[in-house]
């Protein structure tokens, strides 16, 4: 596993068009995440939550501010850098894990698929290894659509771990589940937090800030508490 990588945001504001109007999505946000550290942005719906990851992840540029990971500037990297930054150091779960997922593959189809963009000399984990690192040895062969939600999530957060990366951002990693599924999703991703990867978490649901810490509050796209 990675020893993970700083993450930090800089006045980040982004506005953008909405049925004519300017909508204000994040304003001055700032913070910073140690290497190996995590952080659990919550928020209601509407708050920026979900525009800030993608800005994070440089699926978006700010319109002001920056984000650093490690010590690349994301704003300033062209697509194609920022393409191979995402391959070698930082991986996206997004909220519903169908949208991660090949549903008629199995787990270690979905891993191996996962590790098809990356090139010589990107790290790979060994999907078998993987899975069972993750407790998901025992649906490893199983497709993936006659899975659960809780076991699609959790092989979906697999598959973003099947580089190795150093930055691991989740959307929403429990919306849906049901008590038992969240709390297998949350149990993963502290494991995951706990071997070495830096973790970015968004969710409006306090169960997981509660769990996962290292809580950041936004609110009409604002840092409202730390």
């Known amino acids: 596993m990675s020893a993970g990588l ?23 946000v700032a913070f910073q995440v140690a290497a190996g550290e995590r952080l ?4 209601p719906s509407g708050s920026g939550k979900s525009t800030l990851l993608t800005v994070l992840a440089g699926l978006q540029r700010p319109t002001g501010g920056r984000v650093l990971v490690g ?15 995402r391959r070698q150091h930082l991986a996206v779960v997004v909220q519903d894990p169908r949208r991660n997922l090949l549903p008629y593959g199995t787990a270690v189809d979905n891993v191996r698929f996962a590790q098809r963009p990356a090139g010589r000399g990107v790290r790979r984990r060994d999907p078998i290894e993987l899975l069972r690192s993750l407790g998901l040895d025992a649906v490893a062969h199983d497709r993936v659509d006659r899975l659960s939600g809780g ?30 599924s969240r709390d297998e999703v949350l149990d993963l991703l502290e494991r995951v937090a706990g ?17 996962l810490g290292g809580v950041l509050v936004l609110d009409g796209g604002k840092v409202v508490a730390p």
């Open 6 to 28: 700083p993450v930090r945001a800089e006045h980040l504001d982004h506005e953008y068009e909405a049925e004519g109007e300017r909508v204000q999505a994040l304003v001055d």
């Open 71 to 85: 010590d690349q500037d994301l704003t300033a990297l062209s697509e194609t850098e920022l393409v191979t930054l």
């Open 195 to 211: 071997e070495g990867a830096t973790l970015i978490s968004i969710t409006h649901d306090r169960v997981v800030a509660d769990r």
């Open 40 to 43: 659990t942005v919550v928020g």
């Open 151 to 180: 076991e699609r999530q959790r092989i979906a957060i697999a598959a973003g771990l099947a580089l190795d990366p150093d930055v691991l951002l989740v959307d929403e990693p429990t919306s849906a589940l049901d008590a038992r």
